[in-house]
């Protein structure tokens, strides 16, 4: 028997055909290694065997109803925690939830729209849009402010957090209009939806011009709808009012946010105190802050513990971003959702470049300049840039800041007067929007 601590890796050697072990996880949980061969290793762990991988670190997760150890590909791999394992599920569970009543609200509102086509046409439109994809963390978040101030009716509230989603759909149909995007969540934007049904209908006309004018309008649906979900939720009207304010707030940091956003991509000179104000009003406040408060305020939440989720919610959120600029630079394009070197095609001012800009030498900076905003990039010059950002300590510097701002993020929770599994949520989170990159 060998033990070991949650997320340090235990290494052991290959197993032998027929081999039989069992390792203490903790103190009160077991997992039982059975039937292991070379060819077909694996585990047995709450009623059901699970294949793993042909070489052999063993850590620590946790699997819906029971722990087990995994014998993992990489030995550097360090796998989540059982906390993190517990969070994704948490996380997982509420999305379904979630999407059932985003599906519920469609129908009833095309329904009520069924004698008009043409509205239950763009009803349609914007329910696929919504639903196509997407981790809904706001409106988990949303949900977890809730329950932070210990609000009970989780029901109620999880109908009430669809309205974050519907915000979401407003916001990246108008992102898409500004950004002239072709695609969102691995089909096309809202606009491109329109534009073909004008095409393929023969309609008179420009096609682009239908799209662009239908997108706007789907976009102010989807945000009135939005209002309609908060202000239907059946809180008591004092707490309801309350939420539509901070809803309405974080629409306006969010674009003020843009503001801010589209400044940087045509300004000569951008420092890093700018783009930390684009993160935190566009990121911070209306991904995880904004969230965090509405279901907060729904459940009477008193000022400190409002404190606590913001002291939580804008450095994390800030850290979120400064992650994602790194995926978008060097991560998986798929795996980060971004096309690769989207931010210099679009000429964005992330931590990323803008402290590239401020360390790198005469060339590469020049470099730099040209390649800012190009949608002609090459692929050498593409490379070029990825190791201008590494060579100088822009990305170093980066991952650096996100650290920091994360650990600044989970202290703010410390003592604060917040249930403990919602802490602990939160601070898994924190920890798992860090590690992504």
């Not at 793993?52 to 925690?81: G, M, N, Q, V």
């Not at 999305?95 to 086509?117: A, G, V």
């Not at 939806?193 to 682009?208: D, T």
């Amino acid at each position: 028997m060998g033990s070991f601590e949650t997320r340090k890796p235990y290494s052991i050697s290959p197993p032998q055909a027929g081999h039989f072990g069992m390792f203490a996880l903790t103190p009160s949980i077991q997992a039982f290694v059975m039937k292991v061969d070379i060819s077909f290793p694996q585990i047995y762990c709450g009623g059901c065997f699970i294949k793993l991988s042909e070489r052999f670190s063993i850590s620590a997760t946790k699997l819906p109803d029971a722990a087990c150890a995994i014998l993992l590909s990489d030995p550097t791999y360090h796998p989540p925690s059982c906390e993190m394992m517990e969070m994704k599920e948490i996380m997982e569970g509420e999305r379904i939830l979630i999407e059932h009543h985003l599906e519920d609200f469609f129908r009833q509102e095309m329904e009520r729209s069924s004698d008009e086509p043409l509205m239950v046409e763009l009803l349609e439109a914007l329910r696929e849009y919504t639903l196509r994809g997407g981790k809904r963390i706001r409106s988990i978040l949303a949900i977890m402010g809730y329950k932070a101030v210990r609000g009970d009716d989780l029901d109620r509230a999880r109908k009430a957090s669809i309205s974050l989603e519907l915000i979401q759909s407003m916001l990246l149909i108008h992102d898409d209009i500004m950004d002239r995007s072709d695609e969102r969540r691995g089909g096309p934007s809202f606009h491109r939806i329109f534009q073909g049904l004008h095409e393929r209908r023969g309609y008179l006309g420009s096609a682009e011009r239908f799209g662009y004018n239908m997108a706007v309008i789907g976009g102010d649906l989807a945000e009135s709808l939005g209002e309609k979900v908060l202000a239907a939720s059946g809180f008591p009207p004092e707490r309801v009012v309350e939420a539509v304010r901070v809803q309405s707030d974080m629409i306006r940091d969010t674009g003020f946010g843009q503001v801010f956003d589209i400044h940087s991509e045509v300004r000569p000179s951008w420092s890093e105190d700018m783009v930390e104000k684009v993160q935190k009003y566009k990121t911070a406040r209306y991904t995880l802050e904004g969230p965090l408060h509405i279901g907060a305020v729904l459940h009477g939440a008193e000022e400190g513990q409002l404190r606590a989720l913001s002291g939580y919610a804008i450095p994390v959120g800030i850290a979120f971003q400064i992650v994602d600029d790194i995926l978008g630079f060097f991560g998986d394009p798929k795996r980060g959702g971004k096309e690769d070197l989207a931010d210099i095609k679009e000429g964005k001012r992330t931590l990323l470049i803008t402290k590239a800009m401020e360390l790198a030498g005469g060339e590469d900076r020049r470099l730099l300049m040209e390649t800012l905003g190009s949608d002609h990039i090459t692929v050498e010059e593409a490379e070029r840039v990825r190791g201008i950002i590494r060579d100088c300590g822009s990305e170093r510097y980066s991952r650096m800041r996100a650290s920091e701002l994360t650990v600044k993020g989970i202290t703010a929770l410390e003592g604060a007067d917040l249930e403990d599994d919602v802490v602990e949520f939160l601070k898994d989170l924190a920890g798992y929007l860090l590690d992504r990159a």
